[in-house]
T-cell receptor, first 113, second 109 residues
Framework: DAGVIQSPRHEVTEMGQEVTLRCKPI?????LFWYRQTMMRGLELLIY????????DSGMPEDRFSAKMPNASFSTLKIQPSEPRDSAVYFC???????????FGPGTRLTVT | RKEVEQDPGPFNVPEGATVAFNCTYS??????FFWYRQDCRKEPKLLMS???SGNEDGRFTAQLNRASQYISLLIRDSKLSDSATYLC??????????FGSGTRLQVQP
């Protein structure tokens, strides 16, 4: 069975550029989560969707970050404009049971120079 | 004070040893608790949920102490493959999940 799919796996971009990260959750899962992980701050929840509706976006750092879930099988996290401090690993996770039993994707390693 | 605190380690133990990690949480209204495992440069994976009465899964035992607001993970008969970072995770209801910064375990031959 396919797990959570994320693309790209690695992204290197220059400061000021727009970055779009993509996620395909496990088929049938109704909850989707975007996380960011850095050495300094650990794993932080950015936003949580349930049935394609954003439930909690209080972790989104600032207006430069936006996330969408146009349908049950696709979500994007966009950063515009990107800054060096956005460099991190971004994980997408999905779940059939709300916040429980989350399955993580392999992550996107973002480097902003 | 952080919502979820863990000793970062590393805990260096020989194969076959028993090792235990603790994790403290600050919100007494926390509802659910989990341990996730994360291998180096990989994604986190759910290891086990933590139930009020304590629970066991093979060599792994999880305990919850609500009065002192901590959870623990005990690993018996450590294997080399247990080497990883163990993340304590708490659900308060206010946020989806809050992850601790993790405890690194290195099992040595």
């Amino acid at each position: 069975d396919a797990g959570v799919i994320q693309s790209p796996r690695h992204e290197v971009t220059e400061m000021g550029q727009e970055v779009t990260l993509r996620c395909k959750p496990i088929s049938g899962h109704n909850s989707l989560f975007w996380y960011r992980q850095t050495m300094m701050r650990g794993l932080e929840l950015l936003i949580y969707f349930n049935n394609n509706v954003p439930i909690d976006d209080s972790g989104m750092p600032e207006d430069r970050f936006s996330a969408k879930m146009p349908n049950a099988s696709f979500s994007t996290l966009k950063i515009q404009p990107s800054e060096p401090r956005d460099s991190a690993v971004y994980f997408c996770a999905s779940s059939l049971y709300g916040v429980y039993e989350q399955y993580f994707g392999p992550g996107t390693r973002l480097t902003v120079t | 004070r952080k919502e979820v605190e863990q000793d970062p380690g590393p805990f260096n133990v020989p194969e076959g040893a028993t090792v235990a990690f603790n994790c403290t949480y600050s919100n007494s209204a926390s509802q659910s608790f989990f341990w996730y495992r994360q291998d180096c440069r990989k994604e986190p994976k759910l290891l086990m949920s933590v139930y009020s009465s304590g629970n066991e899964d093979g060599r792994f035992t999880a305990q919850l102490n609500r009065a002192s607001q901590y959870i623990s993970l005990l690993i018996r008969d450590s294997k080399l493959s247990d080497s990883a970072t163990y993340l304590c995770v708490v659900h308060t209801g206010r946020r989806a999940l809050t992850f601790g910064s993790g405890t690194r375990l290195q099992v040595q031959p």
